[in-house]
């Protein structure tokens, strides 16, 4: 795609004359970059239809109305890949054990991530992320790490941007109460801070090594926080241009990293917020 320069003077000309009107046309114009450019996915470990056209890893559950045909919203969770688990594309593609710490990396459309990631790309800003677990095929989540804030990381953290943070890898542990499973299905979710309210998800087919035998019992704690989805979009929702802090229910029990410096840090403003759930009925029939 070849974008139009938006100067009809020289850049130092217009910087002269015009601070204020070029900082807004500069952040137009990568937004406008940014939607044309890439989003993320869990590439390592690998995720589920791993082989299939990246536009469909790196689109957000909302779909992506800009590709032809459009793409209307996608099931929860996981765009339905989660269907999946059972067959040949479900086999494991990573072994974690419990008490240790393990480290999922996240990817854009060039298949790769860090230094050769296209920046800008569309960073929305960071935002809030969360990782969870389902030993039930993704009839259950529980959650294990979440990071309020510049997640994922970016270059300028507290400013609207869509430049990453060439170290897109994270980190966290397998609580070590947790039990042993086979095809147990990781998933990151993403809410985007700036941009469209949107809600990304991407998942991966792990074996958990743990305590006692292998069950198909998701363990207790908190379940995911779900926003910006049909039909629950006027209840769960999130205001652009905030990274949200995430309702306890959402968080207690599982470690929670919150950004030194991150954009309009702001508790999560739905009216129920106890509806909006992985448990709530409503997504787990989606």
């Keep these: 795609m070849t974008f139009v320069s938006p100067f009809t003077v020289t850049q130092s000309e217009f910087l002269d004359q015009n601070p204020l009107k070029f900082n807004m046309t500069w952040k137009l114009f990568l937004f406008m970059l940014?939607?044309?450019?890439?989003?993320?996915?869990?590439?390592?470990?690998?995720?589920?239809?791993?082989?299939?056209?990246?536009?469909?890893l790196i689109m957000p559950l909302n779909g992506d109305p800009?590709?032809?045909?459009?793409?209307?919203?996608?099931?929860f969770p996981c765009k339905g890949f989660?269907?999946?688990?059972?067959?040949p594309e479900g086999d494991p593609v990573a072994s974690w054990t419990v008490g240790q710490d393990v480290t999922f990396s996240l990817f854009d459309s060039t298949n790769t991530t860090g230094a050769t990631m296209h920046s800008p790309g569309a960073a929305h800003s960071g935002g809030s992320c969360q990782v969870a677990l389902s030993y039930d095929k993704g009839r259950t989540w529980v959650v294990v790490q979440t990071w309020e804030g510049d997640c994922p990381r970016?270059?300028?953290?507290?400013?609207?941007?869509?430049?990453?943070?060439?170290?897109?890898?994270?980190?966290?542990?397998?609580?070590?109460?947790?039990?042993?499973?086979?095809?147990?299905?990781?998933?990151?979710?993403?809410?985007?801070?700036?941009?469209?309210?949107?809600y990304y998800m991407s998942c991966s087919s792990v074996d958990i090594s743990g305590s006692g035998p292998v069950t198909t019992t998701t363990p207790a704690g908190p379940p995911l926080?779900?926003?910006?989805?049909?039909?629950?979009?006027?209840?769960?929702?999130?205001?652009?241009?905030?990274?949200v802090i995430y309702p306890q229910k959402y968080a207690v029990g599982a470690p929670v990293y919150r950004a030194a410096v991150a954009l309009g840090l702001e508790p999560f403003p739905?009216?129920?917020?106890?509806?909006c759930g992985s448990d709530s009925l409503t997504f787990v029939n989606c």
């Excluded at 989660?82 to 067959?87: K, L, N, T, V």
């Excluded at 739905?270 to 509806?275: L, R, S």
Aim: net charge negative; glycine share 8%.
């Design 154 to 198: 970016t270059q300028t953290p507290g400013t609207i941007t869509n430049f990453y943070d060439m170290d897109q890898n994270y980190t966290f542990s397998i609580p070590k109460d947790f039990p042993t499973g086979h095809r147990v299905i990781f998933a990151w979710v993403w809410i985007n801070a700036t941009g469209n309210r949107e």
């Design 66 to 75: 800009n590709a032809y045909p459009p793409i209307g919203q996608q099931s």
């Design 82 to 87: 989660h269907a999946d688990i059972d067959g």
């Design 225 to 243: 926080l779900v926003a910006n989805l049909d039909p629950m979009k006027q209840e769960c929702y999130t205001k652009e241009g905030t990274s």
């Design 270 to 275: 739905g009216p129920n917020p106890d509806a």
């Design 34 to 56: 940014g939607s044309a450019s890439c989003h993320l996915f869990v590439g390592y470990p690998p995720p589920l239809r791993w082989h299939q056209d990246i536009t469909l």
